[in-house]
């Protein structure tokens, strides 16, 4: 062997070794970093304790938010990156308010009957696993007792309708007369013709709801709950705070203003992306290589795009054409579509830049905040290397 290569190989024994001790103690404080965990998970056990005897809410944004801000505070002090500790800090809480919380504080124990139509579906079933883990007996109906409904219905203090919407009207129509106390709710993800038929249905306590998450979510945890207010409110304030015991943000409104943003949030976008997908399957270019080509953010869109269609399309069918005045709200947009297009058929620029910077300042400090969070999204896809196919 020669000399230079006998030199190379001590200096390559000793790059080795000295990279062996320094991962070793990585490992030893990786295996730290766990039992801290651990540590920290039995402490949340024990607050779901005394939350669950309180009936206090699980979830407290003010008190996560000031958690964040101290560490990030001493990290950075530290010289460690603020962005990498609340990256942890919000994992192991998001773990510990689902994981640890399998039981939750009922806060009214004079209900003594739930029952949810349609608590077999999706959102059914996490409505019926949210009441079952407070301690409330639960009743459901679905398709093959609903000839039973005025037996099943009979002695119930709260029904939930969670039905499809175009079968929503019909059902609350077809409901026998309810305890004059029992509250009446729906989950549809309209709310004007509902609550309007569930008021005209039942003298008693009316709601109509709207849970902002889909079916896949574990729980009601930081999500939001629209409530928008029928009758007497007073008797239905045990139900809105036990959502909020569930973790729950409400945001209360009116049913037509309600209405009108998911016109914008749920209408367009669905629709948006049903054309999107559409006109990407009819072009039909080859789906792994626009994966394995893109960036994060368009792995990200695209994702939305394809969650769409792995979800049932009667359910987004039934949204869109749930109310024809949403006709006018399409065919705006497409109409800005088009003019969109002459900008770019004609290569003004300057007439882009400027409408660009008209949505720029309509959006305000808000882009800047899309920016940056989006920024923190688009790292975390890529850590995990997320939403990529085959690989």
């Known amino acids: 062997m020669s000399q230079d290569r006998f030199e190379d190989n001590r200096n390559n024994e000793k790059l080795s070794a000295l990279l062996t001790g320094f991962r070793d103690e990585i490992d030893a404080l990786d295996t730290q970093l766990v039992e801290l965990l651990a540590a920290r998970q039995k402490l949340t056990q024990s607050i779901g304790v005394v939350k669950r005897a309180n009936s206090m809410p699980i979830y407290v944004p003010q008190r996560e938010a000031s958690l964040i801000a101290k560490r990030r505070e001493q990290a950075e002090h530290m010289g460690v990156s603020g962005d990498l500790i609340e990256d942890v800090l919000r994992r192991a809480m998001r773990d510990s308010y689902y994981s640890q919380h399998a039981n939750y504080a009922k806060t009214n124990p004079d209900i003594h009957k739930v029952v949810i139509v349609g608590g077999k579906g999706a959102l059914g079933k996490v409505l019926v696993t949210l009441f079952q883990s407070s301690e409330y007996e639960v009743t459901i109906i679905e398709k093959d ?39 009446l709710a729906d989950v549809t993800s309209v709310k004007q013709a509902p609550l309007a038929s569930m008021l005209e249905q039942h003298s008693g306590p009316v709601v109509g709801l709207h849970p902002m998450f889909g079916p896949d979510a574990p729980g009601m945890i930081k999500q939001v709950v629209v409530v928008c207010n029928g009758r007497l409110p007073s008797a239905y304030a045990w139900f809105i705070a036990q959502m909020e015991v569930w973790g729950a943000q409400i945001h209360q409104t009116q049913a037509k203003v309600h209405d009108k943003a998911m016109a914008f949030i749920q209408v367009m976008r669905h629709f948006n992306s049903f054309v999107y997908g559409q006109h990407l399957q009819q072009e039909n270019p080859d789906l792994s290589e626009l994966i394995a080509f893109s960036s994060p953010i368009y792995r990200l869109e695209l994702a939305m795009v394809g969650r769409l269609f792995a979800q049932a399309p009667s359910l987004y069918a039934d949204i869109i054409f749930n109310d024809s005045d949403n006709i006018a709200l399409l065919e ?3 109409e800005r579509f088009g003019d969109a297009i002459k900008l770019l058929k004609s290569q003004d620029k300057e007439a882009f830049i400027a409408r660009f910077k008209d949505v720029e300042n309509w959006f305000g400090e808000y882009a800047s905040q899309c920016l ?3 920024k923190q999204m688009l790292l975390k896809a890529d850590d995990g290397r997320l939403l990529r196919k085959n690989v």
Not at 151 to 160: D, F, K, S, Y
Not at 168 to 182: F, K, M, N, S, V
Request: glycine fraction near 2%; charge should be neutral; proline fraction near 9%.
């Open 145 to 183: 007792n609903w000839d039973k409904r005025a037996e099943l219905l009979n002695g119930a203090n709260l029904v939930i309708l969670s039905v499809p919407i175009n079968q929503t009207i019909r059902l609350i129509e077809a409901l026998p007369p309810l305890p004059q106390d029992c509250i």
């Open 332 to 334: 705006r947009f497409h």
């Open 372 to 374: 940056k969070d989006s």
